[in-house]
């Protein structure tokens, strides 16, 4: 195992609503980076978080928020849920710099919206 | 920006035989190419990956090929399994901006 957790699991909400997902980076790793996962397609980046400061952002709109703190454990906020948010959201922990380094995804966090 | 292309999108091969995944890029900034397999319910998990000042890396029955010129890159899988069986992404990252592209995703069967 890679050491990176993610809660909750799963989580259902209603359109509108808001939502929280949670990310613990790998022991050593600075940088979290988050991706969306709709069924039967591959991860697309959100943005990522490097020493608490976002550092890249992918073709999400702004109700798509993050957050990353002092021990690089991260946040990730979806206001207005939309029912295209339903996918599996995945952190990946690596650590950042200049020169790409292996990304470690977590166990993801299934979010449905109904 | 980057744009990934993954073929095929399935391939079903004898078990010990081998496989091939190929995909190609169009930013030719990228300079970080991993390989990922994902199983049914699990997380993504890193396999293999090559940096563009490499050509090929082995690591046991898995080896990735990168040609730069080309803009592609393939992993092959040698004496496959069936817990081979999974589907597989390739991806590609710039240097300095640490975000993955990622490419459609290969669903890959052994047979036995």
């Known amino acids: 195992e890679t050491g990176v957790t993610q809660s909750p699991t799963h989580l259902i909400k209603t359109r509108g609503q808001q939502v929280t997902l949670r990310c613990s980076s790998q022991?050593?790793?600075?940088?979290v980076s988050w991706y969306q996962q709709a069924l039967g397609q591959g991860p697309q980046f959100i943005f990522q978080?490097?020493?608490?400061?976002?550092?890249g952002r992918g073709n999400f709109p702004p109700r798509f928020s993050g957050l990353q703190f002092p021990n690089y454990s991260s946040e990730l906020n979806v206001n207005a849920l939309e029912l295209d948010d339903s996918a599996l959201y995945l952190c990946?922990?690596?650590?950042?710099?200049?020169?790409?380094?292996?990304?470690?995804f977590g166990p993801g966090t299934r979010l449905t919206v109904t | 920006g980057e744009n990934v292309e993954q073929h095929p999108s399935t391939l079903s091969v004898q078990e010990g035989d081998s496989a091939v995944i190929k995909c190609t890029y169009s930013?030719?900034?990228?300079?970080?190419f991993p390989w990922y397999k994902q199983e049914l319910g699990k997380r993504p998990q890193l396999i293999i990956d090559?940096?563009?000042?490499?050509g090929e890396k082995k690591d046991q029955r898995i080896a990735v090929t990168l040609n730069k010129t080309a803009k592609h890159f393939s992993l092959h899988i040698t004496e496959t399994q069936p817990e081979d069986s999974a589907v597989y992404f390739c991806?590609?990252?710039?240097?300095?901006?640490?975000?993955?592209?990622f490419g459609q995703g290969t669903r890959l069967t052994i047979n036995p």
């Open positions: 990946a922990s690596s650590f950042g710099g200049t020169v790409p380094y292996e990304q470690y």
């Open positions: 022991s050593g790793h600075n940088t």
């Open positions: 978080y490097y020493r608490e400061e976002e550092n």
């Open positions: 930013d030719s900034a990228s300079n970080y």
């Open positions: 090559i940096r563009s000042n490499v």
């Open positions: 991806a590609a990252s710039d240097q300095g901006a640490q975000k993955l592209v």
